[in-house]
Every structure is written in C-alpha cells, then in structure tokens.
C-alpha cells in the first residue's frame, strides 16, 4: 500500500520589481487588516458571553468583511483568511478545555484568544493565507509563485484581467513531487527583512528514510546545555545554550524596558511586538536547525529510536524563576518535542517520550541519588565519580530504556549557536570549524527548505 505524509515547504520569494513589492505590502496589510476586523468581532461576542458558549462566537456576521475585502485581495483569499482565523479560535477553545480538564496535564497556562496583526498607525503584521486552488508554483531555472489577487489591486497596478501576481522562488522545493498542495502561507519576515512562504503538501511515503541500523539514542534537555545526547553507538553530542539563552533574556528586559515607558492603559506598541516576534524567531531558528542537525548525525549512526525525557516532574521537584523561564518560555519543550518528532518522521526515527526521574542525580559508579552534588555542568559523587552532568544524564537516561550499560568510545562533540548554524566546536583551543553542510539550516538566506 501506498502511504502519504504531510510535508511542508518553506522559501524565501521575492517580487519581480519595486511596484510588484508595493503590490505585495498591500496585499499582505488588506489581509492582516480583515484578520483585525474579523478577531474583533469575534472577540466582542466572546467577551459578552463570558467564553462560555463558543457557537456563539462563530456566530458574528463577517460576510459583510469579505465583501469590503475582496476587491483587494480577491473572494478566495479573504475566505481564506477568516477561515484562518476560524481555526485560531477553534484552538482557543480546545485549549481552554484541555486547561480545565483536571485530568489533562499538558496545558499549564490560561490560553489566550487569538490576537490582533498589529495597527494602520504602528504597523500590521504583514501575512495572509492564500486557498490551494488560486495560487500555482513553476519549478525549474527561475522557479516562479502566482498567485490571484483583487481587481481593485490589479487596476491600481496595471495588471490585465487575467494577470496574476509573480514571485520569484529563491532556492530548490524540498518536496516537489507532491500529490496535493496546501493553502499558501504567505509573510513578510522583519527580522530578515524578506518576503517568506510556506506550503503544506501531501507527498508519497516513499520519501521517509530508513535507519541503517537499530541503534538507539537518549536525550537529555536541560536549562544550560540545551541538548545532551547518548548512542547506543557510544557516541555523545552536546549543544551548548548559555549564550542563547543570554540574548533571550536580554530581549525579555528590553521588552520590559519599553513596556515601562509605554503610556498610561497601552500595553503594547509596535516596536514590543518586533521584539517578541524577534525573540521567537531567533529561538525557532535554533531549535530547527537543532532539531535537523541531531537527526542527520543519529541518522548517520543508524539510530531507529530516540527516547526524550519528560521534564515534568523536573519542573515540580526543582522548580525555580530561571529553570521555568529557560525551559517553558526559551526552550518552550513541548513545541520543541513536536518540531523534533516532525523532522524525525523524515529520517525513519521514532521519538519516545519517557520519564527521567532521578537520571540528572544518580551516579553511574555507585548508583546513588543522595551522595552527588551538581555545580554548574559537573555532577561528583562521594564515591569520587565527577563527570558532565548533562552528559552523564543522557547515559544514564539511555541505559534505563535500554537495560543495558553503554560503553563509549570517544570524546563528547560540542556544538555552540552562531545564530546560523551549530558549529562544532574543536577538541583544543584551534579557531572554529564551520559545518560544510549549509542544507540542514533552515531559513538562512535564499534557500528554500523543507520541513514538517
């Protein structure tokens, strides 16, 4: 039997010319201004019913909105970007059950209703979504996106009645041979200053990869390193986080130091809104290059299996201000979980999600939980075992899926973030390596990658 998966293709695009660009901003500004509208009307309903029956939010009238709208962006184009907000809201609204549900644990902070794309005066967020069946991609030399846009727009800049709006598609399509394509997401990145899109798409099985091996892997996800990792192979790797984290938390003060200065009852201002979103960004960033990074080098190694330790109850015994802030708002595990088994799925390895009690604790020498003692990366026991703590972690973590002991066979390889690519780092104190690789980096540059 045939199986098909779900893949997605991301790109950097540009507009042909000045005035395809103006056209574009436009496009993308009309879209984010009917999200505002259609969020508000919602928002007013939600708000009158106290949440409590969400048909009724559904309920508010926004056909009149794609009237006002589809002069601009087309009748297909603003559907598409109410329906986008539909899905939003409907996420709310499982969310919030979910955070109520005393037996559902995965929730832990009140969920929000969707937001508004920013404001004419401060500047949107420019974004909207394009239906499946109005836009069309050309692949070869000078691969190309069309796309519908309104007449209005068309009449505005001189294009005929039946001229779409080109873009040049910078790079090569991951996942060309698809059998069915998504809605077109389409943005303007302001940390790279560059036009951006994303395409769901329906692709044969064929193209998951198959592990050579059986071996297995354990990951240990800490505050400080971010990842430390441990084969059956008897390899260990290492990516460092401390400076990551640092520039995290100096957007946070800086968000905070402009929310101070804000005017009395504004609590946000366009320029907090670029700073959040560059935060993200840069911290999405890490993670999937991570992500893909670690699962071409397990690949490599012919694991078929990577067991994931579950913070949760590192959380409840060691819970601190700064362990809750790396983990939950920098590391933001669980979206991490979820971008790690999606590029897994591509290599053929399956993620498992564990316990791992007591592993950052325990001595690989005598067994003991209650004679170590952790300072900073390195764990001692009163035994005389000192070792990497989060390295130690992962052995230890690997050992009790496996119920085997695991010998390794080399030097640990450290990775550090550049804000490109991880770059390994060398065994003495010689100049950087630099990956030779470019192709396992997400979003860098012109070229188009594809992820899940």
């Not at 708000?47 to 009724?56: F, L, T, V």
């Not at 239906?131 to 800049?157: A, F, P």
């Not at 800490?222 to 390899?235: H, K, S």
């Not at 009852?265 to 999937?288: F, M, P, V």
Request: hydrophobic share 30%; aromatic share 10%.
């Amino acid at each position: 039997m045939s199986w098909l998966v779900k893949r997605t293709n991301t790109f950097t695009v540009r507009p042909l010319s000045d005035s395809g660009e103006q056209l574009l901003r436009d496009l993308l500004d009309a879209s984010a201004a009917l999200w505002n509208e259609v969020n508000y009307e919602r928002l007013m309903r939600y708000n009158d019913e106290e949440g409590y029956k969400s048909e009724d939010t559904f309920e508010a009238d926004t056909g009149h909105l794609e009237g006002k709208y589809k002069g601009v962006l087309g009748a297909a184009t603003a559907q598409q970007v109410i329906r986008t907000n539909t899905e939003a809201w409907k996420s709310f609204f499982r969310l919030k059950e979910q955070y109520y549900d005393p037996e559902d644990t995965t929730i832990t902070d009140h969920p929000e209703p969707p937001g508004f794309r920013g404001n004419s005066d401060e500047g949107r967020e420019l974004r909207t979504a394009i239906r499946n069946d109005t836009y069309t991609i050309e692949q070869g030399n000078r691969s190309r996106i069309e796309i519908l846009v309104g007449q209005e727009l068309k009449n505005e800049y001189g294009l005929g009645y039946r001229e779409r709006l080109q873009l040049e598609l910078c790079g090569q399509v991951a996942w060309a041979d698809w059998e069915k394509q998504g809605r077109l997401n389409l943005w303007y990145d302001e940390i790279e200053e560059t036009f951006r899109a994303s395409q769901p798409v329906t692709v044969p099985d064929g193209k998951r990869e198959t592990p050579l091996a059986d071996e297995t892997a354990a990951l240990d996800i800490g505050a400080n390193n971010l990842v430390a990792c441990t084969t059956t192979t008897g390899q260990q790797y290492l990516y460092e986080g401390r400076e990551l984290f640092e520039r995290f938390r100096e957007t946070t003060r800086r968000i905070a130091e402009v929310q101070s200065k804000l005017p009395e009852k504004c609590h946000s201002s366009k320029r907090i809104q670029r700073l959040y979103r560059k935060r993200t960004r840069r911290r999405d960033h890490a993670q999937e290059a991570l992500c893909r990074d670690l699962l071409e080098r397990l690949f490599t190694e012919g694991v078929d299996t990577l067991y994931v330790g579950d913070l949760t109850d590192i959380l409840e015994s060691h819970w601190s201000v700064e362990i809750n802030a790396k983990i939950h708002s920098f590391w933001a595990f669980r979206k991490f979980i979820d971008r790690l088994a999606q590029t897994a799925e591509e290599y053929g390895i399956d993620i498992e999600v564990q316990l791992e009690s007591w592993t950052s604790q325990k001595c690989p020498n005598c067994g003991s939980t209650c004679r170590t003692t952790r300072h900073k990366d390195t764990l001692t026991c009163s035994c005389g075992f000192e070792g990497h703590a989060d390295l130690t972690a992962s052995k230890t973590f690997l050992e009790q899926q496996i119920t085997d002991s695991v010998r390794l066979m080399a030097q640990p390889v450290r990775f550090e973030w550049d804000d490109h690519v991880w770059s390994e780092l060398p065994r003495s104190h010689r100049p950087k390596e630099q990956r030779t690789d470019p192709s396992t980096v997400q979003y860098s540059g012109n070229i188009a990658s594809g992820n899940t």
